[in-house]
């Protein structure tokens, strides 16, 4: 079974094959970094467009190296939510006329979803259940995942995700966009416990907060820029502490987590996910408390369309499949809404069912 992956979320174009028994056979990604730059953050119309101009190329790459027709396709999975709605729609639009055109399914995907099961297209796969660590610009949530689409949300961000936090104490550091990867570079060269940063919500329940700590850290440089002392060292060192924060906080709620939930197994997944400090530090703490950490290699905790294509793939092959194509682009969508893939014939027959219940 062959699976096109369509992800066009927020400001990167991702493509991708996958394939029953090999994997991911080709794949591109296109990134929207220099379109975005001046702005210091992504303009929705701008990243649009963009989506609009990269998609079919895109597309044809990626068939063309995995020397596949368009017609040996069986599904095109899409990224229909969350994210931005106009962007959403380029990929939907997409997807479903080719999929109309070519009378196969396509199959609206969670982008969660895709980042959750990404680490399961690694050669060694985690089995499920598992704790799940979903940590990017938009979301920082702790999910107990039983199976496929059977996810339950037990710790999720109160105000700020940890990748939103990171880029907006980027901005205050004057950084480069995009700021969570500038910031984490020059956190290596600084002293971690040179600012005494809080660590929010700790010992608190499951649920997050980093509103308080971004705030900390702006009155801080606002105190070093002050006495004049806001010098490339200082920020390096104001890098690193913040940082030092966030990972702290998020490796505490994972180890409260497991045990709570008894589960040995985490998996870490969104653009986060590629930190090496969280990275280093998740896995020391494994090591100590006896749990297992896994997650998938870098190019995979970014939006990619590997992850769209291997999670419409997993649907698919549950039985799920609607030969006429819809468009559909939720901006906000819970995972918990997702639920296990359903066989088109069961639910056939269950809104049937609650249609003739209704009359």
């Known amino acids: 079974m062959r699976v096109l992956g369509i992800e066009t979320s927020c400001d990167e174009t991702g493509v991708a094959l996958h394939e029953t028994g090999r994997g991911i056979v080709a794949e591109a990604l296109a990134s929207q970094t220099a379109v975005h730059a001046p702005f210091g953050g992504v303009v929705p119309e701008l990243a649009s467009r963009d989506h609009i101009a990269k998609l079919c190329p895109m597309v044809r790459h990626v068939l063309a190296e995995a020397k596949v027709t368009p017609a040996e396709l069986d599904a095109i999975a899409y990224t229909a939510g969350p994210g931005l709605v106009g962007a959403l729609m380029v990929g939907g639009a997409f997807a479903a006329s080719m999929a109309y055109g070519l009378n196969i399914p396509a199959v609206p995907a969670h982008h969660m979803e895709g980042h959750l099961l990404a680490s399961r297209l690694e050669p060694d796969p985690p089995e499920f259940p598992f704790l799940a660590l979903l940590v990017s610009g938009g979301h920082t949530q702790l ?12 710790g999720e961000t109160l105000d700020d995700a940890a990748g939103e936090a990171f880029d907006k104490v980027a901005r205050l550091l004057s950084l480069p966009y995009p700021g969570g990867p500038a910031l984490a570079a020059l956190a290596e060269s600084g002293d971690p416990g040179r600012f005494a940063f809080p660590r929010p919500l700790r010992g608190q ?146 809104e049937i069912g609650a249609a003739v219940e209704a009359h």
């Open 143 to 154: 999910v107990h995942v039983a199976g496929l689409g059977r996810y339950r949300i037990i």
């Open 205 to 350: 329940g499951l649920d997050f907060s980093f509103s308080g700590l971004k705030t900390a850290v702006r009155l801080a440089i606002d105190a070093e820029q002050a006495a004049g002392r806001l010098s490339d060292r200082v920020r390096a060192d104001i890098a690193a502490s913040f940082e030092a924060a966030v990972v702290e906080t998020l490796a505490d709620k994972c180890r409260r987590a497991l045990g709570s939930t008894g589960l040995g197994r985490l998996v870490v997944a969104g653009g986060v996910g590629a930190n090496r400090k969280l990275r280093a530090t998740l896995e020391a703490l494994g090591r100590g408390e006896g749990f297992d950490v896994r997650y998938p290699r870098p190019a995979l905790c970014t939006d990619n369309g590997a992850m769209i294509a291997y999670a419409g793939a997993c649907r698919v092959a549950e039985g799920i499949a609607e030969v006429a194509p819809r468009i559909v682009a939720r901006p906000r969508w819970s995972l918990e809404e997702l639920g296990p893939p359903e066989p088109a014939e069961a639910r056939s027959r269950r």
